[in-house]
């Protein structure tokens, strides 16, 4: 699935006036619901939708840019629209900035995989500045679309040098942040983890007869843990870790992770699954 393939001119809105985060949700659904996907389904489905997983965390990425995105259950197809604002709106972004490029997604939620592949295509577009520049300064719904469809067909070209990796270790002990974490990573276009089931010494040295007493020993909620593998560039670290720090609260205070992360001296082979 391709980006011309869930965007059309009349999902295109240029100069919209909402300065609020709830009006523009609101503006965001009733654009949505010019598709004939949406159409038929409630507009408060839809707005609930989108405000919840704004209550996760602000899909604003930073630099003046949003990715509202809800996966609903009576819906066919994926819809996207794209809107602009001269003014900016306070979007609760992670940089504290205005946001001026809005891409809106919805689609089925029994399809994660194709839902992540489209957000993925769209960070990917936003990531280039010439890119958002260029969507930002659209005169007109048409021209926006146009410019949007462009770019996507163009992608964005690659740097003749790769930037410093770093190898990122995330050991998880609050395992209903997970998802957050793994949807997080494929807004801001890392496109691959691994995680595996992980164990405390806790929760090994519990079953050793010498210790069987200690029930909580060092903490009942450490003996089972999520740790994620992933590759970053550098100067992504800052960033991922205060989006995580936004969720759980600050990791130097709280128990419910850690993170490391180590130079790569070596890479053969991907992580990237999309």
Do not use: W
Request: aromatic share 4%.
């Amino acid at each position: 699935m391709k980006i011309q393939d869930i965007l059309n001119k009349e999902l295109c809105q240029v100069g919209i006036k909402s300065k609020k985060k709830k009006d523009i949700l609101l503006d965001i659904t009733e654009l949505l619901q010019k598709s004939s996907a949406a159409a038929k389904i409630n507009k408060d489905i839809i707005y609930d939708a989108l405000q919840e997983r704004e209550e996760l965390g602000s899909t604003a990425l930073g630099n003046g840019i949003a990715i509202p995105h809800a996966k609903l259950e009576k819906i066919d197809d994926f819809v996207l629209a794209v809107l602009t604002s001269p003014k900016g709106v306070n979007f609760n972004a992670v940089d504290r900035k205005s946001v001026h490029v809005i891409f809106a997604l919805i689609g089925p939620k029994d399809k994660p995989n194709e839902h992540l592949k489209l957000l993925s295509m769209i960070s990917q577009i936003l990531r280039d500045r010439n890119s958002v520049a260029d969507i930002q300064n659209s005169k007109n719904a048409e021209t926006l679309y146009e410019t949007v469809i462009l770019r996507s067909k163009k992608g964005i070209e690659r740097k003749s040098e790769k930037e410093k990796q770093k190898l990122m270790i995330i050991v998880l002990y609050e395992e209903q942040h997970l998802e957050d974490i793994l949807e997080m990573f494929i807004e801001l276009d890392i496109k691959g983890a691994t995680v595996l089931d992980s164990v405390g010494m806790g929760g090994i040295l519990r079953k050793a007869p010498l210790f069987a007493d200690f029930t909580n020993f060092l903490g009942q909620n450490k003996n089972y843990s999520k740790t994620i593998l992933t590759l970053v560039e550098e100067k992504m670290v800052p960033r991922i870790v205060k989006r995580i720090e936004d969720k759980m609260g600050d990791l130097s205070k709280h128990t419910g992770a850690s993170i490391i992360t180590l130079d790569v001296s070596f890479m053969k082979g991907t992580l990237e699954y999309l």
